[in-house]
Protein backbone atom coordinates (compact mmCIF):
# COMPACT_ATOMS: atom_id res chain seq x y z
CA UNK A 1 0.00 0.00 0.00
CA UNK A 2 1.47 3.57 -0.79
CA UNK A 3 1.62 6.23 1.56
CA UNK A 4 -1.44 8.83 2.01
CA UNK A 5 -0.93 11.84 0.03
CA UNK A 6 -1.94 15.37 1.45
CA UNK A 7 -2.70 17.79 -0.90
CA UNK A 8 -2.29 21.97 0.48
CA UNK A 9 -1.96 25.37 -1.47
CA UNK A 10 -0.21 28.26 0.84
CA UNK A 11 -0.32 31.84 0.23
CA UNK A 12 2.60 33.06 -2.64
CA UNK A 13 3.34 36.41 -2.90
CA UNK A 14 0.85 38.34 -4.93
CA UNK A 15 1.62 38.55 -8.55
CA UNK A 16 3.56 41.25 -10.06
CA UNK A 17 1.93 43.82 -11.71
CA UNK A 18 1.69 43.52 -15.40
CA UNK A 19 3.35 46.99 -16.04
CA UNK A 20 6.91 47.96 -15.18
CA UNK A 21 6.91 51.01 -13.09
CA UNK A 22 9.16 53.72 -14.03
CA UNK A 23 10.09 56.37 -10.69
CA UNK A 24 10.77 59.44 -11.46
CA UNK A 25 12.10 60.89 -8.39
CA UNK A 26 11.46 64.93 -6.88
CA UNK A 27 13.74 65.06 -3.69
CA UNK A 28 12.14 67.31 -1.64
CA UNK A 29 9.24 68.54 -3.85
CA UNK A 30 6.88 69.79 -1.55
CA UNK A 31 8.28 68.86 1.94
CA UNK A 32 7.75 71.71 4.66
CA UNK A 33 10.67 70.84 6.40
CA UNK A 34 13.42 67.90 6.66
CA UNK A 35 13.05 65.21 8.28
CA UNK A 36 15.43 63.92 11.26
CA UNK A 37 16.15 60.64 9.02
CA UNK A 38 16.00 62.04 5.57
CA UNK A 39 18.64 62.89 2.79
CA UNK A 40 16.69 62.39 -0.10
CA UNK A 41 19.66 63.60 -2.80
CA UNK A 42 22.01 60.66 -1.17
CA UNK A 43 18.90 58.23 -1.17
CA UNK A 44 18.00 58.67 -4.90
CA UNK A 45 21.64 59.73 -6.40
CA UNK A 46 19.53 63.16 -7.43
CA UNK A 47 19.95 66.77 -5.69
CA UNK A 48 16.85 68.47 -4.52
CA UNK A 49 14.20 69.86 -7.29
CA UNK A 50 12.68 73.13 -6.54
CA UNK A 51 8.76 73.46 -7.51
CA UNK A 52 10.03 75.35 -10.61
CA UNK A 53 12.21 72.60 -11.75
CA UNK A 54 9.77 69.79 -11.75
CA UNK A 55 7.44 69.67 -14.44
CA UNK A 56 10.64 70.09 -16.88
CA UNK A 57 12.01 66.96 -14.51
CA UNK A 58 9.28 64.95 -15.17
CA UNK A 59 8.94 65.99 -18.71
CA UNK A 60 12.60 65.13 -18.99
CA UNK A 61 12.94 61.48 -17.55
CA UNK A 62 9.33 60.51 -19.27
CA UNK A 63 11.03 61.44 -22.98
CA UNK A 64 14.09 58.58 -21.91
CA UNK A 65 10.74 56.10 -21.49
CA UNK A 66 9.98 53.45 -24.32
CA UNK A 67 6.38 52.21 -22.90
CA UNK A 68 3.69 51.14 -21.83
CA UNK A 69 4.65 51.53 -18.03
CA UNK A 70 2.72 52.99 -15.12
CA UNK A 71 4.44 55.90 -13.69
CA UNK A 72 5.64 57.07 -10.23
CA UNK A 73 6.09 60.52 -8.82
CA UNK A 74 8.57 59.96 -5.49
CA UNK A 75 10.74 61.92 -3.33
CA UNK A 76 8.92 64.41 -2.13
CA UNK A 77 5.35 65.58 -0.88
CA UNK A 78 3.73 66.14 -4.48
CA UNK A 79 0.31 67.23 -3.17
CA UNK A 80 2.08 69.89 -1.22
CA UNK A 81 2.84 71.35 -4.55
CA UNK A 82 0.81 74.21 -6.16
CA UNK A 83 -2.55 73.53 -7.38
CA UNK A 84 -1.82 74.06 -10.94
CA UNK A 85 1.54 72.37 -10.88
CA UNK A 86 0.27 69.44 -9.82
CA UNK A 87 -2.27 69.42 -13.00
CA UNK A 88 0.87 70.00 -14.89
CA UNK A 89 2.83 67.51 -13.56
CA UNK A 90 -0.04 64.67 -14.63
CA UNK A 91 -1.25 66.06 -18.15
CA UNK A 92 2.56 65.58 -18.74
CA UNK A 93 2.26 61.94 -17.39
CA UNK A 94 -0.90 61.10 -19.17
CA UNK A 95 0.17 62.60 -22.68
CA UNK A 96 3.52 60.31 -22.72
CA UNK A 97 1.18 57.62 -21.77
CA UNK A 98 -1.03 58.34 -24.73
CA UNK A 99 2.00 57.45 -26.94
CA UNK A 100 3.22 54.77 -25.47
CA UNK A 101 -0.11 52.70 -26.42
CA UNK A 102 -1.25 51.13 -22.78
CA UNK A 103 -2.27 53.09 -19.88
CA UNK A 104 -0.26 52.30 -17.28
CA UNK A 105 -0.90 53.24 -13.29
CA UNK A 106 -0.13 57.03 -12.43
CA UNK A 107 0.97 56.68 -8.80
CA UNK A 108 2.52 59.34 -6.51
CA UNK A 109 3.42 59.77 -2.65
CA UNK A 110 3.33 62.38 -0.16
CA UNK A 111 2.65 63.15 3.49
CA UNK A 112 -0.03 61.81 5.29
CA UNK A 113 -1.08 65.35 6.60
CA UNK A 114 -1.17 66.49 2.98
CA UNK A 115 -4.15 65.67 1.73
CA UNK A 116 -7.80 66.20 2.16
CA UNK A 117 -11.10 65.12 0.40
CA UNK A 118 -11.23 68.02 -2.13
CA UNK A 119 -7.54 67.11 -3.20
CA UNK A 120 -7.74 63.43 -3.64
CA UNK A 121 -10.87 64.29 -5.64
CA UNK A 122 -9.26 66.12 -8.00
CA UNK A 123 -6.17 63.64 -8.40
CA UNK A 124 -8.71 61.22 -9.50
CA UNK A 125 -10.07 63.57 -11.70
CA UNK A 126 -6.05 64.61 -13.32
CA UNK A 127 -5.86 60.26 -13.60
CA UNK A 128 -4.27 59.49 -10.43
CA UNK A 129 -4.75 55.65 -9.90
CA UNK A 130 -2.73 54.96 -6.18
CA UNK A 131 -1.70 57.41 -3.59
CA UNK A 132 1.06 56.09 -1.26
CA UNK A 133 1.27 57.77 2.26
CA UNK A 134 4.46 57.89 3.96
CA UNK A 135 2.94 57.02 7.24
CA UNK A 136 6.33 56.05 8.46
CA UNK A 137 4.64 54.66 11.57
CA UNK A 138 1.36 54.77 13.47
CA UNK A 139 2.56 56.13 16.64
CA UNK A 140 2.59 59.55 17.48
CA UNK A 141 5.64 59.41 19.93
CA UNK A 142 7.39 58.05 17.50
CA UNK A 143 6.16 60.66 14.68
CA UNK A 144 7.35 63.39 17.08
CA UNK A 145 10.56 62.35 17.81
CA UNK A 146 11.43 62.10 14.22
CA UNK A 147 10.13 65.71 13.63
CA UNK A 148 7.22 64.28 10.65
CA UNK A 149 4.73 66.80 11.85
CA UNK A 150 1.48 64.44 12.27
CA UNK A 151 -0.21 62.62 14.40
CA UNK A 152 -0.78 58.67 14.15
CA UNK A 153 -4.36 59.98 14.11
CA UNK A 154 -4.06 61.74 11.13
CA UNK A 155 -2.49 58.93 9.61
CA UNK A 156 -5.00 56.84 10.13
CA UNK A 157 -7.08 59.88 8.79
CA UNK A 158 -5.83 60.12 5.45
CA UNK A 159 -5.90 56.21 4.76
CA UNK A 160 -9.34 56.33 4.81
CA UNK A 161 -9.72 59.54 3.12
CA UNK A 162 -7.72 58.01 0.19
CA UNK A 163 -10.15 55.10 0.30
CA UNK A 164 -13.47 57.18 0.23
CA UNK A 165 -11.94 58.76 -3.00
CA UNK A 166 -11.68 55.94 -4.94
CA UNK A 167 -8.04 55.72 -4.98
CA UNK A 168 -5.79 52.94 -4.57
CA UNK A 169 -4.04 52.99 -1.28
CA UNK A 170 -0.32 52.98 -0.42
CA UNK A 171 1.58 52.77 2.85
CA UNK A 172 4.96 53.22 3.61
CA UNK A 173 6.46 52.09 6.77
CA UNK A 174 10.03 52.88 8.12
CA UNK A 175 10.94 50.20 10.93
CA UNK A 176 13.36 51.35 13.46
CA UNK A 177 13.07 55.13 13.99
CA UNK A 178 13.89 56.50 17.07
CA UNK A 179 12.08 54.92 20.39
CA UNK A 180 10.67 52.66 17.49
CA UNK A 181 10.28 49.27 19.42
CA UNK A 182 9.38 45.86 17.88
CA UNK A 183 6.32 46.44 19.84
CA UNK A 184 5.41 49.51 18.05
CA UNK A 185 6.33 47.40 14.56
CA UNK A 186 3.70 44.77 15.46
CA UNK A 187 1.37 47.49 15.97
CA UNK A 188 2.10 49.57 12.72
CA UNK A 189 1.72 46.45 10.78
CA UNK A 190 -2.38 46.05 12.51
CA UNK A 191 -2.99 48.67 11.83
CA UNK A 192 -1.32 48.71 7.89
CA UNK A 193 -3.39 45.46 8.01
CA UNK A 194 -6.83 47.08 9.02
CA UNK A 195 -6.51 50.58 6.83
CA UNK A 196 -6.41 47.56 4.10
CA UNK A 197 -3.68 48.97 1.10
CA UNK A 198 -3.05 47.76 -1.91
CA UNK A 199 0.42 48.10 -2.03
CA UNK A 200 3.46 48.47 0.96
CA UNK A 201 6.85 49.45 0.87
CA UNK A 202 8.69 49.06 4.02
CA UNK A 203 12.05 50.88 4.56
CA UNK A 204 14.06 50.17 7.53
CA UNK A 205 15.40 53.06 9.17
CA UNK A 206 19.45 53.62 8.32
CA UNK A 207 21.70 56.23 9.09
CA UNK A 208 22.63 58.28 5.98
CA UNK A 209 25.96 61.21 6.07
CA UNK A 210 24.48 64.50 6.00
CA UNK A 211 20.82 63.67 8.60
CA UNK A 212 20.12 64.85 11.67
CA UNK A 213 20.01 60.93 12.88
CA UNK A 214 23.55 60.65 11.76
CA UNK A 215 24.74 63.64 14.88
CA UNK A 216 22.15 61.43 17.10
CA UNK A 217 23.90 58.37 16.29
CA UNK A 218 27.48 59.87 16.34
CA UNK A 219 26.66 60.91 19.82
CA UNK A 220 25.43 57.63 20.86
CA UNK A 221 21.52 59.21 21.22
CA UNK A 222 20.46 56.57 18.61
CA UNK A 223 21.12 52.67 17.70
CA UNK A 224 19.67 51.51 14.52
CA UNK A 225 18.45 47.64 14.36
CA UNK A 226 20.58 45.25 13.33
CA UNK A 227 20.31 43.63 10.12
CA UNK A 228 19.36 39.70 11.13
CA UNK A 229 16.80 41.11 12.99
CA UNK A 230 15.35 43.14 10.71
CA UNK A 231 14.97 40.43 8.47
CA UNK A 232 13.09 38.51 11.30
CA UNK A 233 11.22 41.05 11.81
CA UNK A 234 10.21 41.68 8.38
CA UNK A 235 9.63 38.39 7.19
CA UNK A 236 7.67 37.56 10.26
CA UNK A 237 4.88 40.11 9.18
CA UNK A 238 5.19 39.41 5.09
CA UNK A 239 3.08 36.67 5.45
CA UNK A 240 0.02 38.20 7.46
CA UNK A 241 0.45 40.92 4.35
CA UNK A 242 0.11 38.32 1.46
CA UNK A 243 -2.60 36.84 2.87
CA UNK A 244 -5.06 39.75 2.11
CA UNK A 245 -3.42 40.46 -1.21
CA UNK A 246 -1.47 43.48 -0.33
CA UNK A 247 1.55 43.59 -2.36
CA UNK A 248 4.83 44.61 -0.70
CA UNK A 249 6.76 46.25 -3.40
CA UNK A 250 9.64 47.38 -1.87
CA UNK A 251 11.70 46.04 1.26
CA UNK A 252 14.97 48.20 1.68
CA UNK A 253 16.30 51.54 0.22
CA UNK A 254 17.67 51.04 -3.31
CA UNK A 255 21.51 51.41 -3.82
CA UNK A 256 22.43 54.34 -5.24
CA UNK A 257 25.63 56.28 -6.44
CA UNK A 258 26.89 58.51 -3.10
CA UNK A 259 24.88 56.37 -0.95
CA UNK A 260 26.22 57.45 2.24
CA UNK A 261 25.24 54.92 4.62
CA UNK A 262 26.79 55.27 8.07
CA UNK A 263 24.96 52.42 10.02
CA UNK A 264 21.56 50.66 10.01
CA UNK A 265 19.99 47.21 8.35
CA UNK A 266 20.84 48.00 4.55
CA UNK A 267 21.80 45.14 2.48
CA UNK A 268 21.14 45.45 -1.43
CA UNK A 269 19.09 41.91 -1.23
CA UNK A 270 17.23 42.51 1.69
CA UNK A 271 14.22 42.21 0.32
CA UNK A 272 15.20 39.22 -1.19
CA UNK A 273 16.40 37.77 2.27
CA UNK A 274 13.47 38.70 4.18
CA UNK A 275 11.25 36.97 1.48
CA UNK A 276 12.96 33.89 1.89
CA UNK A 277 13.03 33.59 5.27
CA UNK A 278 8.72 34.23 5.13
CA UNK A 279 8.40 31.29 2.60
CA UNK A 280 10.40 28.85 4.55
CA UNK A 281 8.61 29.43 8.23
CA UNK A 282 5.82 29.67 5.55
CA UNK A 283 6.51 26.09 4.14
CA UNK A 284 8.15 24.73 7.84
CA UNK A 285 4.79 25.64 9.51
CA UNK A 286 2.78 23.67 6.62
CA UNK A 287 5.18 20.84 6.22
CA UNK A 288 6.04 20.38 9.77
CA UNK A 289 6.84 16.10 10.38
CA UNK A 290 5.91 15.07 7.10
CA UNK A 291 7.94 15.72 3.76
CA UNK A 292 7.30 17.08 0.75
CA UNK A 293 7.08 14.89 -2.13
CA UNK A 294 5.77 17.38 -5.06
CA UNK A 295 5.57 21.50 -5.47
CA UNK A 296 4.24 23.86 -7.31
CA UNK A 297 4.85 27.17 -7.25
CA UNK A 298 4.56 30.55 -8.96
CA UNK A 299 7.32 31.63 -11.32
CA UNK A 300 7.83 34.95 -9.94
CA UNK A 301 9.03 33.68 -6.30
CA UNK A 302 11.59 31.00 -7.53
CA UNK A 303 14.17 33.39 -6.85
CA UNK A 304 12.79 34.17 -3.06
CA UNK A 305 11.89 30.28 -2.75
CA UNK A 306 15.75 29.72 -2.78
CA UNK A 307 17.40 32.57 -1.34
CA UNK A 308 20.19 35.10 -1.71
CA UNK A 309 22.84 32.89 -2.52
CA UNK A 310 20.82 30.00 -1.79
CA UNK A 311 20.56 30.65 1.53
CA UNK A 312 16.97 28.80 1.57
CA UNK A 313 18.86 25.76 0.20
CA UNK A 314 19.49 23.69 3.04
CA UNK A 315 16.61 24.12 5.10
CA UNK A 316 13.89 23.45 1.68
CA UNK A 317 15.93 20.11 1.51
CA UNK A 318 14.95 19.02 4.90
CA UNK A 319 11.78 19.22 4.24
CA UNK A 320 11.93 17.18 1.02
CA UNK A 321 12.17 20.61 -1.50
CA UNK A 322 14.65 20.07 -3.87
CA UNK A 323 15.05 21.39 -7.40
CA UNK A 324 14.06 17.88 -9.00
CA UNK A 325 10.42 17.71 -7.47
CA UNK A 326 9.95 21.54 -7.38
CA UNK A 327 8.00 23.10 -10.64
CA UNK A 328 7.39 26.43 -11.32
CA UNK A 329 4.15 28.25 -13.18
CA UNK A 330 2.07 31.07 -14.17
CA UNK A 331 -0.77 30.38 -11.34
CA UNK A 332 -1.13 32.08 -7.98
CA UNK A 333 -0.80 30.33 -4.59
CA UNK A 334 2.05 26.93 -3.47
CA UNK A 335 0.93 23.66 -4.13
CA UNK A 336 2.07 20.85 -2.41
CA UNK A 337 2.15 17.41 -2.03
CA UNK A 338 3.45 15.94 1.44
CA UNK A 339 3.58 12.42 3.07
Given at each position: ????????????????????????????????????????????????????????????A???????????????????????????????????????????????S???????????????????D???????????????????????????????M???????????????????????W?????R?????????????????????????????????W???A?V??????????????I???????????G?????G??????????????????L????????????????????????????N???????????????????????????
Open positions: MGNFCRFEVLTAPPRPLPLRLVPVFLPFAGCPQRCLYCHQAAQTGQRPVSSADVLGRVEHLSQVQGPASVGLYGGSFTALPEALQRQVLECVLRHMDTWGARGQVRLTRPDAVSPQLLGRLRRWGVVVELGVQSFDSAVLARSGRGYTGAQAHAACRVHDAGLGLGIQLLPGLPGHTQAHQEDVETLAAAPKVVRIYPCVVVGGTPLARLHAEGRYRPELQTELVAEVLPRLWRRGRVIRVGLAPQPFLLQAPWHPALGNMARSVAMARMTRAVGARRVERMIAPRWVQGDLWGHGRAAPVLARLGIVPQRVTFDANEGIRIWTV
